[in-house]
C-alpha cells in the first residue's frame, strides 16, 4: 500500500473542505474528528465483544474450536481483502455516502441507489440485532443475581431469541409477550440514549467511541488473561480439531444437525462472518474527519487487523479454557455463560460482563453514528422519500438530528416486529451485498475508466482483492442462506425485486445522482 502524503504531514481541513466541493458538497457536519477517532468507530462497529461473544455458540455448535482455531483467520483474511479494495476507494471519495457515493460514480446511478439501500438497510437491521443482543446478553449475565434460576432463564432467554412482540400479539392468551415487551422496553431506552449522544454533537460522540476503542482492547486482554490463568486445563489442539457438533443441544439446537463435517465448518465461518463487519462506518464518517482522503482509508485497514487478531486470541482463550467442550455445546446459547462461570471466580467474572456490556452498548451507538451518516447523505441526494427533511442538520449541534432519529425509530421497530434470529440471517447479508457491489464495479472500472486515485492506494494488488473478495462475499451469502436462517433466502432476493421495480418505474426518472456525477466519472478515466 503506498501513499503520497509523508507520514509527519498535517491534515488541512481546507484540503478537506476543497475535495468535498469538487465533488459538489458543502461543508455541513463538523469536522473534527482525527485518524484515531475514526478508527475507533469501526472498531467500536466490529466490537468483537459484541458478535464475537453473542455469536459465539453460531462456531462453537458448527464445528467446534476449528471454528475459531482455523475460521476465524480464513473469514479474516477475506474481511481483510474487502477492507483494503474499500479503503483505497474511500481515498478516491472520501464523503459520508460511502458505499453509495463509490456505487455511484462508477457503476452508475441506478448501481449507487440500490447500493445505498442495502447497505442503509444493513444497518438498520445491525442496530436492532446489536441492542437485541445487548440486551439478552445482559438478562443471561445478570439474571442469576436477581434470582433467576440456570433453567427459568434459559428458558426466557430462549423467548427473546426466538420471537418477537408483533408475532405474540396474534398467540391467544401467550405467556411470552410481557418477556418481550420488556425487552422492547430495554431496547428503546438503549438505542434512545445512543441517539440522544449522537444528536448532541460529534464532539460528545468521539469521546465515547475513543474510550469505546481503548475498553474493548482492555477488555478483550483482561478476558483472555483470565481465562488462562484461571483454566483447570489448556487444550490447544481443540483449535485445530473439526468436530460436527451440529444438532445440539437436542431440545434445540443452534443449527440442525447435519452428517457432513465439511458443512459443520463452513457454517462456523458465521461466527467471524457476523463480528468483523461494519467498517465502512469509517467511510460514513468520512465528512467529520480532518484528512480523511489518508486517514479513512487507514482507519479502515487497521480496525479489521486489530479486531480480527485480538478477537481470535480472545476466542482460542475462550476454547482452550473450556472444560468439556461437549458439556458446553450443550449449553447452547449459554455456552459463553456457562463456560465464564465454570472457569474464573465470581468477582472477576461479574467486572468482566460489566465491561463486556458497556462495549457492547459503545457499538450501538457508533452504529447510529455510521446509519445516520449514510441517511443523511443519500437524503441528501434526493434519494429517499422526505428527503428534504431527513437531510437537515442541526445548526446548533452540527449533527445530521433528523437522521439519527430516524435510524433509531427504524431500529426499535425492527425489534418489535422480527424476531432476534430473524433479523441477524438478514443483516449481515443485506451489509455484505452492499460491499461487494461497489467493490465489483471498482474491478470492472479499475484501470479502464477509474485511473485516478486518492492519496492511498494498495495498487495492482486492488484487482486481486476486489476478485477475492467478491469470491468470499458468495460464499458467505451461501452459507448465511442454510435453516435455521433459510428466511433469509425470501427476504433478501425479494427486498432486491422491490428494489428493481421501484427503480425502473419511477426512481430512474427522478433520482439525479450525486452532484457533478458526470464530472466525477469524467474524472474515473
Not at 473450556?322 to 462461570?341: E, K, L, R, V, Y
Request: proline content about 6%; glycine content about 10%.
Amino acid at each position: 500500500m503506498t501513499s503520497d502524503q509523508s507520514s509527519d504531514h498535517v491534515p488541512d481541513i481546507d484540503d478537506d473542505v476543497r475535495t468535498l466541493a469538487a465533488m459538489g458538497y458543502a461543508q455541513e457536519l463538523e469536522r473534527r474528528m482525527g485518524g484515531f477517532s475514526n478508527y475507533c468507530i469501526s472498531l467500536s462497529i466490529i466490537c468483537i465483544l459484541a458478535g464475537g461473544i453473542t455469536s459465539f455458540p453460531v462456531g462453537l455448535c458448527a464445528a467446534g474450536g476449528a471454528s475459531i482455531g482455523l475460521g476465524w483467520p480464513l473469514v479474516s483474511l477475506v474481511a481483510l481483502a474487502l477492507a483494503a479494495t474499500m479503503a483505497q476507494v474511500a481515498s478516491a471519495f472520501p464523503t459520508a455516502g460511502g458505499l453509495y457515493h463509490w456505487g455511484a460514480i462508477l457503476g452508475g446511478r441506478g448501481w449507487g441507489w440500490a447500493t445505498a439501500w442495502f447497505n442503509l438497510a444493513g444497518i438498520i437491521t445491525v442496530l436492532a440485532a446489536i441492542n437485541l443482543a445487548t440486551v439478552q446478553f445482559c438478562f443471561g449475565a445478570f439474571a442469576p443475581l436477581l434470582g433467576w434460576s440456570a433453567e427459568d432463564a434459559g428458558t426466557t432467554l430462549a423467548t427473546l431469541v426466538a420471537s418477537a412482540p408483533a408475532h405474540e400479539l396474534f398467540v391467544p392468551r401467550s405467556d411470552r409477550l410481557s418477556a418481550l415487551l420488556l425487552q422492547l422496553l430495554a431496547v428503546t431506552i438503549l438505542t434512545v440514549t445512543q441517539a440522544a449522544f449522537n444528536h448532541f454533537g460529534i464532539r460528545a460522540t468521539t469521546r465515547i467511541t475513543d474510550s469505546s476503542g481503548w475498553l474493548i482492547l482492555v477488555v478483550a486482554a483482561a478476558l483472555t488473561l483470565a481465562l488462562l490463568a484461571f483454566a483447570p486445563a489448556l487444550d490447544p489442539w481443540r483449535l485445530f480439531e473439526v468436530r460436527n457438533l451440529t444438532g445440539v443441544p437436542a431440545d434445540a439446537p443452534v443449527w440442525p444437525a447435519t452428517g457432513s463435517a465439511g458443512l459443520a465448518f463452513a457454517l462456523g465461518l458465521l461466527l467471524p462472518a457476523y463480528t468483523i463487519t461494519g467498517f465502512d462506518a469509517s467511510a460514513h464518517a468520512a465528512e467529520e474527519t480532518v484528512g480523511a482522503a489518508t486517514e479513512v482509508p487507514r482507519a479502515i485497514l487497521r480496525a479489521v487487523i486489530v479486531s480480527a487478531l485480538a478477537g481470535w486470541v480472545m476466542l482460542s482463550a475462550l476454547v482452550m479454557a473450556i472444560p468439556d467442550i461437549d458439556a458446553a455445546a450443550a449449553q447452547g446459547g449459554n455456552a459463553f455463560f456457562w463456560t465464564m462461570s465454570e472457569v474464573l471466580p465470581t468477582p472477576l467474572r461479574l467486572l468482566l460482563l460489566v465491561g463486556i456490556a458497556a462495549a457492547q452498548f459503545c457499538c450501538g451507538l457508533a452504529t447510529v453514528t455510521s446509519g445516520s451518516r449514510m441517511l443523511f447523505a443519500f437524503a441528501r441526494d434526493g434519494g429517499l422519500p422526505w428527503s428534504p427533511f431527513l437531510r437537515k442538520v442541526s445548526p446548533t449541534h452540527h449533527t445530521p438530528n433528523v437522521a439519527i432519529w430516524v435510524v433509531a425509530v427504524f431500529g426499535v421497530m425492527f425489534t418489535a416486529l422480527v424476531p432476534y434470529l430473524a433479523i441477524t440471517a438478514v443483516c449481515v447479508i443485506l451489509l455484505y451485498i452492499s460491499y461487494m457491489m461497489p467493490t465489483l464495479s471498482g474491478l470492472l472500472a479499475y484501470g479502464r475508466t477509474w485511473t485516478r486515485m486518492g492519496p492511498w492506494s494498495i495498487g495492482s494488488a486492488y484487482r486481486p482483492l476486489a476478485a477475492l473478495s467478491l469470491v468470499g462475499g458468495i460464499a458467505l451469502f451461501v452459507i448465511g442462506v442454510q435453516p435455521p436462517n433459510d428466511v433469509a433466502m425470501w427476504i433478501v432476493p425479494g427486498f432486491a425485486l422491490a428494489l428493481v421495480a421501484w427503480w425502473f418505474l419511477h426512481k430512474r426518472r427522478h433520482f439525479p445522482g450525486p452532484p457533478k456525477l458526470d464530472t466525477l466519472a469524467g474524472q474515473r478515466a
